[in-house]
């Protein structure tokens, strides 16, 4: 009863957070362009969303998190399956529901939350026997995302490994109609992404949670029984790592299988830590708590990172601008009474039509001066810094 409270209260905190974090997001260039030119599943959650209840921040983002919220549930019955006490479930949940890349897709009108939703549901019913309904969800999976290759791969691996028939010439058939569907450029010349892949891993686990994550997979390689699991993010991180020796990746691609592996990780740690005696656990206990420290801070600052620009003398390279200024711009423009503007820059226009400022009208809308007098300015600020100052034509 207590673990199943302990559960609930991970995902309220969970919803909460990225509830708040809805309203410090402006629609990026990326997601207008999901949201209003493409036939993606994210495109018709984000939109079926606004449509049925109304549209805003929250409402764009709503099905990503619902289907988080989801994901955080099926983990914890995936770890119920092989983690034996109450105290790694919960940690195992409660790690993967506030990891960095984790609460980022969550966030963002993108395909990989539902990717993760995928896997984890395919991965639990496999793993509980029920394979007719589990070979149903991974052809599935093939009409929903290009990125479902990387798992077939990982399949085909554990398939062929433990000898699984049916789930080998499946994962056959699913990644050459994955290739037919969308292909999956490997061309390029090596350019040394290696290390920029190894970075955006970091970033996704925290650093010191990223460096546990390669230790754990290279031990349960050598030492310990390899299940599902352990092949689906293995082998995503391998093929992530090779292919990225000749081009750059969208990691997107990659990252909802890798961070599947956060039971194992936790499996892996209490079975060294518990078979020491309690003087023999100090190392032990401070790693621990340097990794959830190092992840709190990383997740702290995924949230409440407006207030990063007061320590920026460059605004333009936060981390987060891309999600910026959108919002508060079409509200400057909207308390003028302005809902139609002409502008040159395509991606700004996409995102404003969001927020129901259209093209068009009499006034101009510029990012740099354009004439010395007969405009009006439009400033953008976060905690008093100016982001980004917008000049205002009339030009009819």
Known sequence: MRERLYLILILCISALLLSYGTQTLSISADEAEIFFERTTVAHYLAYYSTQLLCKSDFTLRLPFILFHLASIVLLYKIGKLFLKKHVDRVLSVAIYAFLPGVNSVALLVNNSVVVMFITLLFTYLYLKEYKVVSHIVLIASVFIDNSFA?????????????????????????????????????????????????????????????????????????????????????????????????????????????????????????????????????????????VILSLLSITTISYVHLPLYTLMEEPSKHFAIKYHIAKELANALKAKGITKVMLKDDKMALRLKFYDIERGGVYKLSSFKEVDGGYETITISYFGVNVKTFYLYMIG
Request: with cysteine; proline share 4%; hydrophobic share 55%.
């Open 150 to 290: 990387i798992l077939y791969i990982a399949l085909f691996i554990y398939a062929f490994a433990h000898r699984k028939i049916d789930l080998l010439l499946l994962t056959s058939i699913l990644f050459g109609l994955c290739m037919y569907m969308y292909g999956f450029d490997t061309g390029g010349k090596p350019k040394g992404y290696f290390v920029d892949t190894l970075g955006v891993y970091a970033a996704i686990f925290s650093p010191l949670l990223f460096l546990y994550f390669v230790y754990a997979m290279y031990r349960i390689l050598i030492k310990e029984d390899k299940n599902l699991l352990w092949y689906i993010s293995f082998f995503s991180l391998i093929v992530s790592l090779l292919l990225s020796l000749r081009q750059k990746l969208y990691l997107e691609d990659f990252a909802p299988f890798v961070v599947l592996a956060i039971p194992l990780m936790i499996k892996v740690f209490f079975n060294s830590y518990r078979v020491r005696l309690p003087m023999f656990r100090k190392l032990h206990t401070v790693f621990f708590g340097l």
